[in-house]
């Protein structure tokens, strides 16, 4: 492995790849921790200090920020917005014609949805970051744990500049990570979020040493290592549907007469899923939030809700987490892949499944495989969502425990991915791989 990595970084083009991604990598972690414009950065901190943390669907943006979230940095908003604009995009598809009109028209139309994307991100970003200023003004970005006040000098033009400057930090995000998706190595967005989510372990780790002790830590270790191992056993794992295609005449050439497979995952959905459970979630606290009274006894089903759907450590709360999970992860998938269309395209160029006819009955098939194999990518996906969960009860560690949920999906996902296209890269100059 450590001679493979001297070998990437001996290659001159692709040293420049790595280099360049690994600079952007370090722009992005420093802008985590440069204030934003009105915001007075040594009582965040004194914040910070204290253990105030944020609640609900901003511990997913805190995550994904790298912590540049409950900094108030220029960076706080971090890649969630454009995450948001990609998953909206690609449902949008199933709803509107003219979306998918676009995708089926090749790379031309998809720019065009990547153009879309781009403006949806935009607007996302300022509806969040005026979420997150008003948040700050009130105190409730750290759950009214923290009376210090965030933005001292809160007049109208320092609001508007916060806000403006959040949101240009969204777009300065979206443009680094086209930039390593082009020049450099990997997909950016995907690294960018990696980053982010790698930055929150060693304070994590270290927590956990100081509150529980070196025998709580190294459980937790060998508990890291093993999700670790199912999440990349699961990712790698697929099911392969031979398809033969017929020799025909083209011409004076023959083409077709070779054999391929069709790769369903295990876990189509990726962590998808997960992040539409936990925002379902959030939706009953967030609106039992808004009818309790100042004053005076709140509503019953206001106080069923604080009881059993906001706190990660009840079990009726686990199970509704679990089974949103699978619900979504098939919803997910049935509209990720159409078994119908993959039918038609193998049809058109002479495919099929041996011993499936072509045409309807072979998108039934594809249709009866999908089903089956969805079902162990779902109960897999909601397993590892509810490690933090549980460790939250057995350990007492918080909902951000280190090793489960999203953080180790999204980290073995991308870490897989790009590993693989560095490998690809060495083995076009005749190299020999990362992965053997």
Not at 10 to 34: E, S
Not at 78 to 87: D, K, L, Q, R, V
Not at 127 to 135: E, G, H, I, K, P
Not at 230 to 236: R, S
Request: hydrophobic share 50%.
């Amino acid at each position: 492995m450590l001679s493979a990595i001297g070998r990437a970084f001996r290659t001159p083009d692709l040293r420049r790849k790595l280099l360049f991604t690994l600079g952007i990598i370090t722009i992005f972690r420093m802008g985590a921790f440069i204030p934003a414009p009105g915001v007075d950065y040594g009582n965040v901190q004194q914040c910070l200090n204290l253990g105030a943390t944020s609640g609900g669907i901003y511990q997913f943006v805190n995550l994904f920020s790298g912590g540049a979230l409950l900094q108030v940095s220029i960076f706080a908003l971090g890649i969630m917005p454009y995450i948001t604009a990609s998953i909206i995009v690609q449902l949008l598809r199933v709803v509107i014609p003219h979306f998918q009109a676009l995708y089926d028209e090749g790379q031309q139309g998809q720019s065009k949805l990547t153009q879309y994307t781009r403006y949806l991100t935009i607007a996302l970003g300022l509806l969040n970051a005026t979420t997150v200023v008003s948040l700050a003004r009130s105190g409730a970005l750290f759950n009214n744990q923290c009376s210090l006040p965030i933005i001292p000098d809160d007049n109208l033009v320092t609001v508007l500049l916060l806000i403006v400057t959040l949101t240009a930090g969204t777009g300065v995000i979206m443009w680094m990570g086209e930039l390593v998706t082009e020049k450099g190595v990997g997909n950016g967005m995907s690294l960018l979020i990696f980053t982010s989510i790698a930055a929150s372990f060693p304070s994590a780790l270290g927590a956990i040493l100081t509150a529980q002790g070196w025998t709580i830590f190294l459980a937790v270790i060998a508990v890291g290592i093993l999700t670790v191992a199912l999440v990349i056993f699961v990712e790698q794992s697929q099911r392969r549907i031979p398809v033969q295609y017929a020799k025909r005449m083209v011409g004076r050439r023959t083409v077709g007469g070779t054999n391929t497979y069709i790769p369903i995952k295990v876990n189509m959905a990726g962590v998808i899923p997960v992040i539409f459970a936990s925002s379902m979630l959030y939706l009953p606290s967030l609106l039992a939030q808004f009818n309790t009274p100042s004053q005076g006894t709140p509503p019953g089903w206001v106080v069923w809700i604080n009881n059993y759907l906001v706190s990660g450590d009840h079990p009726l709360y686990m199970l509704v987490y679990f089974l949103l999970i699978v619900f979504f992860t098939y919803f997910y998938v049935s509209i990720t892949f159409n078994p119908d269309e993959v039918s038609e395209n193998m049809k058109k160029y002479g495919g099929f499944i041996p011993g499936i006819r072509a045409g309807r009955p072979t998108a039934e098939y594809l249709q009866y495989v999908l089903s089956r194999i969805t079902l162990p990518g779902a109960l897999y996906l909601g397993f590892v969502a509810l490690i933090p969960l549980i460790a939250l009860v057995l350990v007492g560690a918080n909902q951000n425990f280190p090793f489960g949920g999203t953080s180790i999906l999204i980290m073995v996902g991308v870490g897989l991915e790009t590993v693989k296209q560095i490998d690809a890269q060495l083995q076009q100059r005749h190299y020999e791989g990362l992965l053997r």
